[in-house]
């Protein structure tokens, strides 16, 4: 089992819709959760984190965590064509190692 | 948020020979800073986390030998790949973490990455 799961997509959404990507993982003892965009050929950016059980909202972004059920979520609303890109869950564990799921594509069209 | 850069951003090489990637933490102090690698259309995966002023911490399956990991000071950690093959060619990303919020939480802030082919 993976540390943890993203479907890889590809999400389509048309833009201004909003986009709705989740994340399971595995460890109860994960301490904190982030969600990294990352374009091709560049460095993962991090758009926020999360480390309580409910929703974190930051501007266009809400992240939802749900401990219990080990999910993670992260909901784009007014989606642009520039949020395009592979999005990534990340957990923290001990010794503040993180640990990535394979990501996610968000393809918005125009 | 802080700013982590790498040098270079891209290296060839031919096989056989060392290359080594730098990794600073330009306006905060990183004791720990971490090295991935992600291959086309994968995650990235942990390889190791280097310390400062101590050895670094190698992922299952990383050969520590191969990937020699230096973190002399609070602001730079430096990978070398020794006696590259073309099978390591790959993406290699380091991370440093801060201190964020006062909530004991630690954000991981990466650099642009360096792309490295090995022919």
């Known amino acids: 089992q993976k540390e943890v799961e993203q479907n890889s997509g590809p999400l389509s959404v048309p833009e201004g819709a909003i986009a709705s990507l989740n994340c399971t993982y595995s460890?109860?003892?994960?301490?904190?959760f982030f969600w990294y965009r990352q374009y091709s050929g560049k460095s993962p950016e991090l758009i926020m984190f999360?480390?309580?059980?409910g929703d974190k909202e930051d501007g266009r972004f809400t992240a939802q965590l749900n401990k219990a059920s080990q999910y993670v979520s992260l909901l784009i609303r007014d989606s642009q064509p520039s949020d395009s890109a592979t999005y990534l869950c990340?957990?923290?564990?001990?010794?503040?190692?993180?640990?990535f799921g394979s990501g996610t594509k968000l393809n918005v069209k125009p | 948020g802080a700013v982590v850069s790498q040098h270079p951003s891209w290296v060839i090489c031919k096989s056989g020979t060392s290359v080594k990637i730098e990794c600073r933490s330009l306006?905060?102090?990183?004791?720990?800073m971490f090295w991935y690698r992600q291959f086309p259309k994968q995650s990235l995966m942990l390889m190791a986390t280097?310390?400062?002023?101590?050895?670094?911490?190698?992922e299952q399956g990383v050969e520590k030998d191969k990937f020699l990991i230096n973190h002399a000071s609070l602001t730079l950690s430096t990978l070398t790949v020794t006696s590259a093959h073309p099978e390591d060619s790959s993406f290699y990303i380091c991370?440093?973490?801060?201190?964020?919020?006062?909530?004991?939480?630690?954000?991981?802030?990466f650099g642009p990455g360096t792309r490295l082919t090995v022919t």
């Open positions: 991370s440093a973490r801060d201190l964020v919020g006062g909530q004991g939480t630690y954000e991981q802030y």
């Open positions: 460890d109860r003892g994960s301490q904190s």
């Open positions: 999360i480390y309580s059980n």
């Open positions: 990340a957990v923290r564990r001990v010794f503040n190692k993180f640990y």
């Open positions: 306006d905060f102090q990183a004791t720990t």
């Open positions: 280097s310390n400062e002023g101590s050895k670094a911490t190698y």
